[in-house]
């Protein structure tokens, strides 16, 4: 008769208390590939809300995501603009969409406050792989914006919505935390805090 192997599947050992694995922070500098802080959306969920959806669902589904931009789209799925936490919190487009529309805060849609597609910064994937850290850094001074959307061309949709770059996950995986850098929310932060000084 065969002696049996012992199985490798084992309970874990009496009285034994085991840590836990929890992912490695990322720590990048500038001269990092810009690719490492890019929110892939052909690996991640984009978080988006339905343009007709009252705007005040917003802040549940950025919490619930984890996120402070949502992506906006229409019937067929098609992004029409972003939702910025920004506009959702400190109701000036809230207020103004009130105005024109001569309607009560609870009818107030998303699509009314979003900030268009058109006034959106975006990179194209192709640049933003050529690209180190503190290139893209560079390259956004301009913009008071949080978020950059990466886009790339699809040979039967045309243009499509790869991902998204956020100034405070730039910050974060160059050491810094948010909460440690209040100022460093937008692009141009980025350049005079993390860089170490204004470009």
Known sequence: MTALSPSPVQPVAQHSRPTIATPETLILDADSPAMMVLTDFARISPQTVDGDRPVDEAPQRMV???????????????????????????????????????????????????????????????????????????????????????????SRQGERIRGVISAADIARVLGHRPGGLPEARSFADICKVVLGHEL
Request: a negative charge; glycine letters at 10%.
């Open 64 to 154: 619930s995501g984890g996120v402070r931009l949502l992506l906006v789209v229409d019937d067929e799925g098609r992004c029409s603009g972003v939702l910025p936490a920004r506009e959702v919190i400190g109701g000036r487009r809230i207020t103004l969409a009130m105005q024109q529309h001569n309607i009560a805060r609870e009818d107030v849609t998303a699509g009314m406050i979003q900030t268009p597609l058109d006034k959106t910064p975006t990179l194209t994937l192709e640049a933003l792989a050529s690209m180190s850290i503190g290139d893209l850094v560079r390259a956004l001074k301009s913009f008071g914006e949080q978020h950059l959307l990466v886009t790339e061309p699809t």
